[in-house]
T-cell receptor, first 113, second 116 residues
Framework: GEDVEQSLFLSVREGDSSVINCTYTDSSSTYLYWYKQEPGAGLQLLTY?????DMKQDQRLTVLLNKKDKHLSLRIADTQTGDSAIYFC?????????????FGTGTRLLVSP | ETGVTQSPTHLIKTRGQQVTLRCSSQSGHNTVSWYQQALGQGPQFIFQYYREEENGRGNFPPRFSGLQFPNYSSELNVNALELDDSALYLCASSSNPGLQGKTEAFFGQGTRLTVV
């Protein structure tokens, strides 16, 4: 099946760490992605992880992947007010001749000063 | 800036009308995918164009159609608009259709379509 689930909302204080969680269903996904969407804007690719990795760190971002449980998380260290946005988890699904992204419903992150 | 541009940014149409949305892909990219993002939802895959051919389609009716041109820009056409077609339409360009592993998709800012 193709289903990606995320919690809807997360509120943190500036300087804290944020952890956004995601579960997916397709065990054949090769890559998993995190996108950021600011109000009125398109999607910005933040980071991705290959399915044979457990962890990937990229500056303030840490992605953890538990392939057995099909669970993905994004940790943002030292969260800033500019990080307030909607964060989407996406899995890549490979079909005959093409690959598509299946997105979760997004987690709205609110960072207060 | 991703180098992917969409036009128009906003559009209001009446139920039953037809609409054409446009996307210019990033230089060097030959693949364009279209997504529909309803309010409060994640984007849903509509279809993908690779080298001017539709090579993949999501669960959308035939009144959603598209084109890709020799310069790899693309159009999304929607006929017989319904109120539920109101959404943000996102175009994503990539350097390949994703068969060789990781495909980084660069998204445009989207076209906000309102059907009244």
């Amino acid at each position: 099946g193709e289903d990606v689930e995320q919690s809807l909302f997360l509120s943190v204080r500036e300087g804290d760490s944020s952890v956004i969680n995601c579960t997916y269903t397709d065990s054949s996904s090769t890559y998993l992605y995190w996108y950021k969407q600011e109000p009125g804007a398109g999607l910005q690719l933040l980071t991705y992880i290959f399915s044979n990795m457990d962890m990937k760190q990229d500056q303030r971002l840490t992605v953890l992947l538990n392939k057995k449980d099909k669970h993905l998380s994004l940790r943002i260290a030292d969260t800033q007010t500019g990080d307030s946005a909607i964060y989407f988890c996406a899995e890549s699904i490979r079909n005959t001749g093409f690959q598509k992204l299946v997105f979760g419903t997004g987690t709205r992150l609110l960072v207060s000063p | 800036e991703t180098g992917v541009t969409q036009s128009p940014t906003h559009l209001i149409k009446t139920r039953g009308q037809q609409v054409t949305l446009r996307c210019s892909s990033q230089s060097g990219h030959n693949t364009v995918s279209w997504y529909q993002q309803a309010l409060g939802q994640g984007p849903q895959f509509i279809f993908q164009y690779y080298r001017e051919e539709e090579n993949g389609r999501g669960n959308f009716p035939p009144r959603f159609s598209g084109l890709q041109f020799p310069n790899y820009s693309s159009e999304l056409n929607v006929n017989a608009l319904e109120l539920d077609d109101s959404a943000l339409y996102l175009c994503a360009s990539s350097s390949n259709p994703g068969l060789q592993g990781k495909t980084e998709a660069f998204f445009g800012q989207g076209t906000r379509l309102t059907v009244v």
